[in-house]
């Protein structure tokens, strides 16, 4: 199985994998930069939001638009308990992840049975209908205007039955960059095993795989599910890291981004949504000189990218590098 | 690909090589919706904050230094508003930003400014949290929505007396907070009842059906919260359903604008107001000028005078604290100033809201805004 | 009973709108295969030529037609330079999804840029002269509405069911490879396919603009809202665009009047997903085939 370029079999992956998990631990030993930092949290998150919403999008291959929902369920669950309820540690975030789980069973089960472009406008509805909940839900949900003042994630210290309160950027790169790891070796671990197989053949062909006796539906469930969970966890980090959470979290744009970065990095490989996600992330921020331009340069890119790799940056490599091998 | 990736790499080496400021510049960080929704009135507000620094530094600057300043785009988004205000306070090193619009935004901004001693001043943002979280280097430079409705809604139950109010109000911190003060103080002065309330999407263009139904309960008045561009398509849609209730509005469409816009059918409708371009006081010339000689036309909003207001405001409290680098000296000197503007004079409390804008009441007559006299 | 009427009325007016802001994406889709995400782009760049026109002296009704011309040609672009390369390429159905999303961003930065953010208004003098018959009132801009829709619908039809080009539309839309082996030429027909399409959403944008005003933003509602009816009335059926609109608008305008009127667009999502539970392919819809 190809997760990284040019390289066949576990042992290089494993190779390769364990030389990437330190490196991102002690980059921030040598970079000075606040705003680098935060470039590469926000990066972080992003590429969890992408791995998760490729389970469904780019294995099974039906186009959830859909995925601001978890996310958005995440953070506003984390912001509630936090302000409202002055919670702010282990239990707020399992609570979170439960909330967001439910949340994708109760749009999972009517969702899943639709296909094609049906599958993609109700999952959007769905986020639609939330963001319009949020936004009028007076005085729990801050309303419009959105939830100021969600307390810093709060860890126990079982040694010395002390509270540690994660309050500097630092710490919540490490706590994102362990998380981000934590699911990209799920999402290894899943696509390498049966479910992973099944995932293939159902989007292969969706007739056959049932013929044979895979239940899609089942299938399409665990997709949706973990792929939900992991965007609340993102939503719950992100909810502590910034300290406020707004309906803006489940507009259309949110959606819109997490796909590209799917499609862009290379929907159903594994690394490809990592790399879109660092990609869409850091390129707004770079194109910044050209302030009003930047979504048009930025649109342009994305066309460009369709047009000449339209399986994504990854599967375009891994494409050419097929070829390159077969000569 | 490479080339790509060379940039890529220039502009990291720049965030990281940045050298700090020359000692006699003051860089003031700038954070707006300059695209998105809310474009038209954050690039008109940064229109009246720039050409404020043109006329600071034509007259030596701010104690001697030149001010500059860093504009960010936010697009109306909380995520955005906070990474332009992560670059302005960690790669330009700027100390005191003005920002944002949207009060979401604002608040995301504010979050990371309290927790690095960063002055923040609004000249726009409505929502009443922004001054309810105890941050000692905030301040508003725009009248809160209980500011404006108190003598408006004072006005209404004397002169106008009605028994019962509906309102119309767009969904968003502005048309939230707008109704929520009006509320409060109707009940404060046993006004009238309100028998009808909605809240509407900010991209809603279409009203039929709120109206229809305020037609046929036939309030005595209808109270409508909207930019000048809804809120002349809601009054004009009114109209053509042929609805003969009295409409009060919030300030923010008392412009120029909202009287092209709706046409006649504008007229009589009652406004509580804090500046207008048809102001002839010598700060309205002054900002009026300066905006026509850097614009080439009088603004057609009244954002741009908020910009122009709060950077003044800013360089004089930088003035009398003698610089950035102590915020708390920033936050006296803004206490104890006193300053005069095209709205009026303006004090700050110590939470951060100023004190007492005057405004007073217009009803528009043949297209024109009309001051009412009251008893 | 009187506020029920009108309700009624009210609905069925909002329908027609939506059923015209659905037009352009059922036709790109019934035909093409494509779910245009850029539709709302070319409805806000229908008014946005009209208004140029009209500012320039020529009239609403030859500023319209010449405007709905133009973004008809702007349509067979969008076919002929991305979608039909990525046809080629054998890529996904997806692919074109996404790369209409990009033309989104990229449109609705051009109109920021080269109109800024501030309003426009088409202009016709009949646009808010009430008409009242009975007692209930509409807007003149909902009766040309109303006039003009029809007068599209019957063109249409007359043009699928009996013109050469219709018929080979009709034919590929059900059957692509029979199609080929008859002789069609379906390159042709995708343009045209596209041109029809970009057509509609451009003439939704001219009539119903002038209700309200014209900015980079209108097209969220207009794609927002046609999808919902693409979805209710099923994707490639004209009829269930109608049906589909009219449901919606009811729905919506029901509600804000007898429930909660800041729930209105709860109210429609909540409609469309119910028919999508009960009836997925909506009440008219074509089923979606491999191929």
Redesign the interface.
């Known amino acids: 199985m190809i997760i990284l370029k040019g390289t066949k079999g576990k042992k290089s992956n494993v190779l390769l994998i364990s030389f990437f998990i330190p490196l991102t631990l002690i980059l921030p030993l040598f970079i000075k930069s606040s705003f680098f930092i935060h470039m590469l949290i926000m990066s972080f998150i992003n590429a969890i939001l992408a791995i998760g919403l490729n389970f469904i999008l780019g294995f099974i291959g039906e186009k959830s638009l859909g995925h601001a929902a978890f996310y958005g369920l995440g953070a506003y669950t984390t912001a509630i308990l936090s302000t409202k309820f002055n919670l702010s540690d282990w239990r707020s975030l399992l609570i979170s992840l439960l909330v967001t789980a439910i949340g994708a069973l109760i749009i999972g089960f009517p969702s899943l049975r639709l296909r094609g472009p049906y599958f993609s406008i109700v999952t959007l509805g769905f986020v639609l209908i939330l963001q319009l909940f949020i936004s009028n839900g007076g005085v729990l949900t801050g309303g419009p205007t959105g939830l100021p003042g969600v307390k810093r994630l709060e860890i126990y210290n079982p040694f010395n039955n002390n509270v540690i309160v994660l309050s500097t950027d630092i710490s919540y790169y490490y706590l994102i960059t362990i998380s981000f790891w934590f699911c990209f070796l799920i999402s290894i671990l899943l696509v390498s095993s049966k479910i992973g197989r099944a995932w293939t053949a159902i989007r292969e062909n969706l007739d056959l795989a049932e013929s044979i006796g895979i239940n899609s539906f089942k299938y399409k469930l665990i997709a949706f599910l973990t792929g939900a969970i992991m965007a609340g966890l993102a939503g719950s980090i992100y909810a502590h890291y910034f300290s406020f959470v707004s309906p803006k979290l489940f507009d259309t744009f949110v959606n819109i981004n997490i796909v590209t970065m799917v499609i862009i990095g290379g929907e159903g490989t594994i690394l490809g949504p990592v790399i879109g996600a660092f990609l869409i992330t850091i390129l707004p921020e770079i194109l910044r000189f050209a302030e009003e331009l930047r979504i048009l340069i930025f649109g342009f890119i994305l066309l460009i990218t369709i047009i000449f790799a339209p399986k994504g940056i990854v599967g375009t490599i891994t494409n050419i590098l097929i070829h390159e091998k077969e000569r | 690909m490479r080339r790509f990736l060379l940039?890529?790499l220039l502009?990291?080496m720049v965030?990281?090589v940045l050298p700090s400021f020359a000692e006699n510049i003051i860089k003031i960080g700038v954070i707006a919706p300059?695209?998105?929704?809310q474009?038209?009135i954050g690039?008109n507000v940064v229109n009246g904050i720039k050409s404020a620094v043109k006329r600071i530094n034509d007259a030596g600057g701010i104690n001697g230094s030149i001010v500059k300043l860093v504009?960010?785009?936010d697009r109306n988004?909380?995520?955005e508003g906070?990474?332009a205000a992560?670059?302005l306070?960690?790669?330009d090193k700027v100390k005191v930003i003005i920002g944002s619009i949207g009060?979401?935004v604002t608040?995301?901004i504010?979050?990371l400014t309290m927790r690095e001693n960063i002055f923040l001043v609004t000249p726009v943002s409505m929502?009443p949290?922004l001054t309810q979280?105890g941050d000692k280097y905030f301040f508003r430079v725009t009248a809160t929505a209980e500011m404006r409705q108190r003598g408006f809604v004072s006005f209404v139950v004397e002169n106008l007396k009605p028994k019962t109010i509906a309102y119309l109000a767009v969904?968003?911190?502005l048309?939230?907070s707008e109704v929520e003060a009006a509320e409060k103080f109707y009940a404060e002065l046993k006004g009238p009842t309100t028998i009808?309330?909605?809240?509407?999407?900010p991209?809603?263009?279409?009203f039929?059906?709120?109206l229809?139904?305020i037609k046929?309960l036939n309030p005595d008045v209808l109270f409508i919260v909207a930019d000048s561009?809804k809120a002349?398509?809601i009054v004009?849609?009114a109209?053509?359903?042929?609805i003969k209730t009295t409409i009060l509005s919030s300030a923010d469409a008392a412009t120029a604008?909202f009287l092209q816009?709706a046409g006649d059918?504008a007229e009589g409708i009652y406004f509580p107001l804090d500046w207008s371009p048809d102001f002839t006081d010598k700060y309205s010339r002054e900002f009026l000028n300066a905006y026509k000689e850097d614009y080439g036309t009088i603004p057609?909003t009244k954002f741009a005078v908020q910009g122009w207001e709060a950077m003044w405001i800013v360089a004089e409290a930088i003035k009398k604290a003698g610089g950035i680098d102590n915020p708390d000296k920033l936050r006296t000197a803004f206490l104890n100033l006193t300053w005069i503007g095209p709205r009026g004079t303006w004090k700050f409390k110590e939470n951060g809201d100023p004190i007492g804008i005057s405004t007073f009441v217009v009803i528009v007559k043949n297209g024109k805004f009309e001051r009412v006299l009251t008893k | 009973m009187l506020l029920l009427l009108q309700t009624i009325v009210n609905g069925i007016v909002d329908g027609l709108a939506y059923s015209l802001m659905s037009s352009g994406l059922t036709l790109v889709f019934g035909i093409g295969r494509v779910i245009n995400f850029a539709h709302g782009e070319l409805f806000t760049l229908g008014a946005y030529i009209a208004i140029i026109l009209v500012q320039n002296h020529f009239s609403y009704l030859f500023g319209s037609l010449i405007s709905i011309i133009l973004v008809g040609f702007v349509g067979v672009i969008i076919e002929t330079l991305v979608i039909r390369r990525l046809r080629r390429l054998g890529a996904s159905i997806w692919s074109p999804f996404l790369a209409t999303l990009a033309l989104l961003n990229i449109l609705q930065s051009l109109y920021l840029i080269i109109f800024s953010p501030n309003p426009y208004i088409l202009n016709n003098p009949f646009a808010y002269v009430p008409i009242n018959i009975f007692s209930i009132t509409i807007s003149g801009q909902d009766l040309i509405i109303l006039i003009v829709f029809l007068l599209s619908i019957c063109l249409l039809n007359w043009f699928l069911k009996k013109t050469k080009y219709g018929i080979a539309m009709k034919a590929i839309s059900q059957d692509r490879e029979a199609s080929l082996l008859m002789g069609i030429n379906i390159e042709n027909i995708y343009k045209l396919t596209w041109f029809l399409g970009a057509m509609l959403s451009a003439l939704a944008g001219i009539l119903l603009t002038p209700k309200s005003t014209v900015d980079p933003y209108i097209g969220r509602v207009a794609l927002l809202k046609g999808l919902c009816v693409v979805i209710i009335g099923g994707l490639g059926s004209i009829e269930g665009a109608i049906l589909g609109g009219i449901f919606l608008g009811l729905t919506e305008s029901l509600a804000s009047v007898y429930l909660l009127p800041t729930f209105k667009d709860v109210f429609g999502y909540l409609f469309v997903i119910l028919i999508l539970l009960l009836k997925p392919r909506g009440i008219l819809g074509k089923s979606l085939r491999r191929g």
């Open positions: 940039v890529l502009n990291l965030f990281l300059l695209t998105g929704s474009a038209i690039t504009i960010y785009d988004i909380p995520d906070v990474a992560r670059r306070i960690y790669e009060s979401s608040l995301a504010q979050q929502s949290a979280r969904n968003d911190d048309g939230r009808f309330k909605a809240f509407f999407d991209s809603e263009s279409n039929i059906s709120y229809t139904k046929v561009v002349a398509t004009k849609q109209k053509t359903l042929g604008q816009l059918a057609d």
